[in-house]
């Protein structure tokens, strides 16, 4: 009930297409969906986030959908760059003991061609 | 704002050696915590603090890690003795306190730990 499942786990698109990336959880406690881009001998940089009574929020390029009766939650990328090229994490967040808890997917690494 | 300062970025020993990492969070997060992130894979949290405090410590390998996170602010993990698949980037994360209503984390640059 503490995993999150990410898919795909590799991406490879053309400049301007739209890349999605789909996560999947079964903890109902989750109440905070936030993506993370990582680059190559970097941390993990928070990108957007999302709360469940929301369906979808959009930042720039970068949108989150999210479908709370499905329990899943997808980011897209529009107008997909060279410089988008990165690891791409979900992760799942809830209420613990005063503070939160996060449990991230497994990553998609994504490949923007010029 | 100064970032999550972790040190050393890179660290070569042998197995059954120890190693220790060390974490300076943002200035003002009360919460931290240490991920383990496996070539590939998600980072995994390993231990998360409180101020001074131990919240979460379910997956820490207790019987070769140690953390500790003296006076609330900056912390140390320790590995003793090391093992081969304990090969990884350990990671260090802040955040501000619940009650402030912020849920985001700020993660260090890591330490990319190689076990030989």
């Known amino acids: 009930q503490q995993q999150v499942k990410q898919s795909p786990q590799s991406l490879i698109v053309q400049k301007g297409g739209i890349p999605i990336i789909n996560c999947a959880y079964e903890?109902?406690?989750?109440?905070?969906f936030p993506w993370y881009q990582q680059f190559p001998g970097k941390g993990p940089a928070l990108l957007i986030a999302i709360r469940p009574d929301v369906s979808e929020k959009k930042e720039g390029r970068f949108t989150i959908s999210f479908n709370k009766s499905a329990k899943q939650f997808s980011l897209h990328i529009m107008d997909s760059q060279p410089g988008d090229s990165a690891t791409y994490f979900c992760a799942a967040s809830m209420r613990t003991s005063g503070t939160y808890k996060y449990i991230f997917g497994t990553g998609t690494r994504l490949k923007v061609l010029a | 704002e100064a970032g999550v300062a972790q040190s050393p970025r890179y660290k070569i020993i042998e197995k059954r050696q120890s190693v220790a990492f060390w974490c300076n969070p943002i200035?003002?997060?009360?919460?931290l915590y240490w991920y383990q992130q496996i070539l590939g894979q998600g980072p995994k949290l390993l231990i998360q603090?409180?101020?001074?405090?131990?919240?979460?410590d379910s997956q820490l390998p207790k019987d070769r890690f140690s953390a500790e996170r003296l006076k609330g602010v900056d912390s140390t993990l320790k590995i003793q003795p090391a093992k081969l698949e304990d090969s990884a980037v350990y990671l260090c994360a802040s955040s501000l306190r619940l009650a402030v209503s912020s849920y985001e984390q700020y993660f260090g640059p890591g330490t990319r730990l190689t076990v030989t």
């Open positions: 603090f409180q101020n001074n405090g131990v919240v979460d």
């Open positions: 903890n109902t406690a989750f109440d905070y």
């Open positions: 200035s003002g997060h009360a919460t």
